[in-house]
């Protein structure tokens, strides 16, 4: 790709105690590109989701968004930014409304109330959520709670979307949902996506570029057919997948 | 009926009885008692505010006494009118609190807690330090300078509960509830959690030291014993009885047990007991309090009505 790359990390490395959990991780990613981020458990893929989206700081190393340093950026100044991550767990509001989750993450997105509600309203709907719209959020199905997570970091309007495992713990018809969701904000093209999963099948199919984790390293980067076939991720990680 | 009606309506009719005793019954004991439930439904709510976004502020207790000894000082050594003391001892509170979140909001759940337990108890020592307060023994002669001063506090409840009905229910509210469920969502899309809290904090403060201003005022003697951390630990105990779920509950929970807690005053210091029992039994029999509990004879009576 010739433009120029929304995000870019270099060098970034993270310890916990004598422990490396990311070294040296270095990427680039392109506005409304959709990055895939796989590797074995213990790969260090929170870890990197954690020091992009500031919930961590790396003990070396930068991390540059939209032509700013974030690395030592508090979480809420990053999201500002436009980079806006969810997470595994606990990434939505359970005692509150499918539309008072939504409202909070157009809060800052937004000027007026009006606006507020009509944004909330539209991503409610882009997500297919409309049926729960005054539930509580505790209450939803379970592909419906990640369906709603991804609603309520995509109301911030966010440039970069990183989702933290979407498809993890879910069932088939859930996770076809999920996906079908995601596919259509990938032809909106309004928004990149950098997404953790450890659905091969679902990273392989949506994925325009895929980078492996292992042990904290990158072992691969490449389109997804290129990552198939390198001999070290399969040795690394598909390989035991199969 | 709704819910919110229901509650509301039960709200209103207290306010009303409560105004009426007030003005038109000579008993001053009657109006004494009102007096102080309502000073109490102040410190519950101002204890609730922050309970919203999962903090349990013991402080109340200590900005209560900030507000009641800025007050009481304004009247008594300066001569200041009432309304303008009330005003003061608000706004003092409301301002110390500003600092004391900045350092303490920083740590959450047991630790808050326990910080802001430690601010009423210093604060009360301090008092009984200071020659300028009254030391031990307090101050006296905090004598309002308007007639029908019970009605007056009555009333700056009923406003205090409806301001923080407004803010529970504005999207600063919606903010503060989101952050007791994920606080790490709430930093994700942007907001920053502790200037929120120290938002919530300072509306909590300013509302005790209302109380407290208020409270020195109705009794127009203040001890430094008064502020002491039963207060704000009294005020969780009618919150968590009256039931958190609903503002309304919290009012409930303050009249009841303050209704209770007059008919077994010859018990004495054994009080405290009642108290304990009342908790106990709540957190068994009724975990959502009052409030859970007419909840649930609310839905039974709407489903029969839907049936029919």
């Known amino acids: 790709m010739s433009a120029a790359p929304l ?22 990613l392109f506005p409304s590109e959709i990055l895939g981020l796989i590797g074995p458990n213990g790969a260090g893929k929170s ?16 991390v540059w968004f939209n032509g700013s340093r974030i690395d030592r950026l508090r979480p809420a100044a990053i999201s ?7 997470f595994q767990h606990n990434s939505l509001f359970r005692n509150l ?31 297919d959520l409309l049926p729960w719209v005054n539930e509580p959020a505790g209450s939803l199905p379970h592909g419906r709670q990640r369906l709603l997570s991804m609603a309520i970091a995509f109301a911030t309007r966010p440039r970069l979307l990183c989702l933290d495992e979407p498809l993890t713990g879910l069932n088939q018809t859930e996770t076809a949902k999920v996906l079908e969701i995601i596919k259509r904000l990938r032809s909106d093209r309004s928004t990149a996506i950098l997404f953790v999963e450890h659905n091969v099948r679902a990273v392989m199919n949506l994925c325009d570029r895929i980078i492996v984790l292992d042990q904290g390293r990158k072992i691969a980067e490449g389109t997804p057919a290129a990552i198939s076939r390198d001999p070290q991720v399969i040795k690394a990680y598909l390989g035991d997948a199969e | 009926m709704s819910r919110d009606k229901f509650y509301f309506t039960l709200a209103g009719a207290l306010f009303i009885a409560a105004l009426a005793t007030c003005l038109l019954v000579r008993n001053p004991y009657f109006v004494q008692v009102i007096v102080w439930m309502a000073l109490n439904v102040i410190l519950a709510l101002g204890l609730r505010f922050m309970l919203l976004v999962g903090e349990v502020n013991l402080g109340v207790g200590g900005f209560f006494g900030l507000g009641a000894y800025t007050a009481g000082f304004c009247v008594v050594q300066y001569g200041i009118p009432a309304l303008p003391a009330i005003a003061l001892g608000t706004l003092v509170a409301g301002l110390a609190s500003l600092p004391f979140g900045y350092i303490t909001l920083r740590v959450s759940g047991h630790y808050f807690m326990l910080i802001s337990f430690a601010l009423t108890e210093v604060l009360r020592l301090v008092y009984t330090q200071s020659k300028t307060l009254g030391g031990n023994s307090g101050m006296v002669g905090i ?18 509960f409806l301001v923080l009905v407004y803010c529970e229910r504005s999207h600063f509210g919606r ?80 009249v009841v047990m303050s209704v209770l807690a007059q008919l077994v005053i010859g018990l004495g210091a054994q009080d405290t007991l009642l108290f304990g029992a009342a908790i106990v039994l709540t957190m068994l029999f009724m975990p959502e309090g009052f409030i859970g509990l007419m909840d649930r004879v609310l839905a039974r009576a709407n489903s029969r009505g839907t049936a029919r």
């Open chain 1, 7 to 28: 995000l870019t990390t270099s060098g970034l490395t993270r310890r916990f105690g004598g422990i490396a959990a990311v070294t040296d991780f270095s990427c680039e």
């Open chain 1, 47 to 62: 870890t990197t989701f954690n020091l992009l989206s500031g919930f961590l700081r790396p003990n070396a190393g930068e």
């Open chain 1, 80 to 86: 500002r930014l436009g980079l806006v991550r969810t």
């Open chain 1, 97 to 127: 409304t499918v539309l008072d989750n939504v409202l909070v993450g157009a809060t800052v997105s937004t000027r007026t109330p009006v606006e507020r509600l009509r944004l909330a309203e539209a991503t409610i709907d882009q997500f």
């Open chain 2, 143 to 160: 004598i309002p300078n308007i007639p029908a001063f019970p009605a007056l506090v009555v009333v700056m409840t009923g406003l205090t």
């Open chain 2, 175 to 254: 903010v503060i509830r989101a952050i007791a469920d994920s606080e790490a969502m709430v930093r994700a899309v942007g907001i920053s959690v502790p200037n929120t809290k120290l938002m919530c904090l300072l509306i909590s403060s300013l509302v005790a030291g209302l109380g407290g201003s208020m409270f020195a005022l109705a009794n127009t003697v203040i001890a430094p014993g008064d502020f002491g951390f039963l207060l704000p630990v009294f005020a969780l105990a009618y919150v968590k009885i009256g039931g958190q779920s609903h503002p309304v509950g919290a009012v409930l929970g303050t």
